[in-house]
């Protein structure tokens, strides 16, 4: 196949940096980009489209989700917190829901999800938690590009009376579980024309130990494949990491020589200096000189009162800054708009982050950590996955600066079509793969479910109605 693509405007990569081409064409052949340009393209094509009104941008990598669970956390965690545990709802909401989940409601989550971010133009996810095989197959049937990685530790966390955290440590040390993920990733591996890669995800540093982060590396060097784990998200796990080791989890990883420009750092926001900590350090440096990312999901935070102090001050110290949606709404949309307006608050100055900044940390830098040149952008060579978006939509109108309309302004209802890998994913604002009424009515059928099977899992035997009480009162 070969195709011509002409828009108004296209975001496209030259010399190291996105640059806004006007009346930009593309030429895609099979799965790649082959020719971007300013002019006319002569020659024969197996389709055309001239679209002088729209903009042609990359697709969007989400660089931390959950897509098994992530949806069950609309209208269950939002307005509730316990000032104990710093309003984490780790301690509380997550527990309960998890042991409420079953299989089918897994698979309807994971369904919904794949969905859910080819409507919001997100091309490649980074998933982490599992199970490996469904998501895998749910994946590839949509046909997004993925690393997904099955997660395990050396221990759980929990709170026995809703006050304080305890952790129950494993007597195997969780190498079962490394090597049940180690398995898996070997068994995608080159899938799906390569669109399917293993990563390598000890789940949170609190819950692992020396033996097993050793391994881990050890495991991702062998498969040529990223790890990433949960650390610094919590007041609670960094007070734990302090007392247990006396380091910040930053310090205790890097002492594990765990952090190498193959790893992803999921959330790091209680990172030394932050005010909601009295822990003074060199978090930033340290993750920095050693070429870690970090896949910062601000909504997650946002709604519990917290924000990364700042998102601009990371990218000045030199960390690798990805951006990752972690909870519903599964929207890199909300993940850039968030980070940036959440990184003006902290620092008090509208110039940061800006809409460039949030953007490349949705394109650029995932393409980064991952070794994929051939991502995150719109040149010669790449991957052809692409979002046009519809220039006259109620919220890109009127468009002068394409890139600040998409970052601020911009809704999935603008998403016209989606490609990934060479293949229309989405035409015309339908769903080519997939039915998403169906994976919606899947979800809310299964979710009802799960919402009947509260109690189990909560210290206190509580309800969905009892941890998360309605907004209204019953008419």
């Not at 052949?29 to 020719?35: F, L, S």
């Not at 996810?125 to 690393?147: H, N, S």
């Not at 494949?225 to 990883?253: D, K, Q």
């Not at 920095?288 to 009162?305: E, L």
Request: aromatic share 6%; with cysteine.
């Amino acid at each position: 196949m070969r195709r011509l693509i002409t828009c108004g405007h296209v975001i496209a990569y030259r010399d190291g940096a996105h640059r806004l081409l006007r009346n930009g064409s593309v030429v895609i052949e099979n799965d790649r980009v082959t020719h971007v340009t300013g002019g006319p393209v002569d020659g024969a094509f197996d389709q055309r489209l001239d679209l002088p009104d729209a903009l042609l941008a990359p697709g969007l990598i989400d660089m931390h989700a959950h897509i098994t669970s992530a949806p069950f956390d609309r209208s269950y965690v939002e307005d509730v917190g316990k000032p104990g545990f710093c309003f984490s709802g780790l301690p509380e909401l997550l527990p309960a829901m998890g042991a409420a989940l079953d299989a089918e409601a897994i698979r309807a989550a994971t369904d919904f999800s794949v969905a859910e971010l080819t409507r919001n133009g997100t091309t490649t996810v980074f998933d982490i938690g599992g199970p490996g095989d469904y998501t895998a197959q749910a994946i590839e049937r949509a046909g997004l590009r993925a690393w997904i990685g099955e997660g395990y530790g050396a221990a759980r966390w929990r709170t026995r009376d809703g006050k304080r955290m305890s952790y129950d440590w494993k007597p195997d040390g969780g190498l079962p579980g490394l090597d049940a993920a180690a398995d898996f990733a070997r068994r995608i591996d080159g899938r799906a024309n390569g669109r399917l890669t293993g990563l390598m995800s000890p789940m949170q540093v609190a819950m692992v130990t020396p033996e097993l982060l050793a391994r881990t590396r050890a495991m991702a060097e062998e498969l040529d494949i990223p790890v990433t784990l949960h650390t610094s998200e919590a007041v609670f796990e960094v007070n734990e990491m302090i007392a247990r080791e006396g380091l910040s989890p930053i310090e205790w990883l890097a002492r594990q020589d765990l952090l190498t420009d193959r790893t992803i750092l999921g959330h790091t926001i209680f990172t030394s200096g932050h005010s909601w900590i009295n822990y003074p350090g060199r978090d930033l440096e340290i993750i920095a000189q050693s070429g870690a990312s970090v896949a910062h999901c601000a909504w997650v935070f946002a709604r519990r009162g917290v924000v990364m102090e700042s998102f601009a001050r990371y990218r000045e110290a030199g960390v690798n800054m990805c951006l990752g949606s972690d909870t519903a709404p599964q929207s890199m949309l909300v993940a850039m708009r968030m980070a940036s307006i959440l990184c003006k608050v902290a620092d008090r100055d509208s110039r940061r982050a800006s809409a460039r900044e949030v953007f490349d940390a949705a394109t650029l830098a995932p393409a980064r950590v991952l070794g994929r040149d051939d991502l995150g952008r719109i040149a010669p060579g790449a991957k052809a996955d692409l979002v046009i978006w519809d220039g006259l939509g109620l919220s890109m109108t009127p468009l002068r600066d394409p890139l600040r309309n998409l970052v601020f302004s911009a809704q999935s209802d603008d998403i016209a079509h989606v490609m990934v890998d060479g293949d229309w994913l989405m035409t015309d604002r339908r769903l080519t793969r997939l039915d998403e009424r169906q994976a919606a009515r899947g979800l809310q059928d299964a979710a009802e479910r799960v919402w009947r099977n509260m109690g189990p899992g909560d210290w206190a035997g509580r309800g969905i109605d009892a941890l998360s009480p309605p907004e209204l009162e019953a008419y």
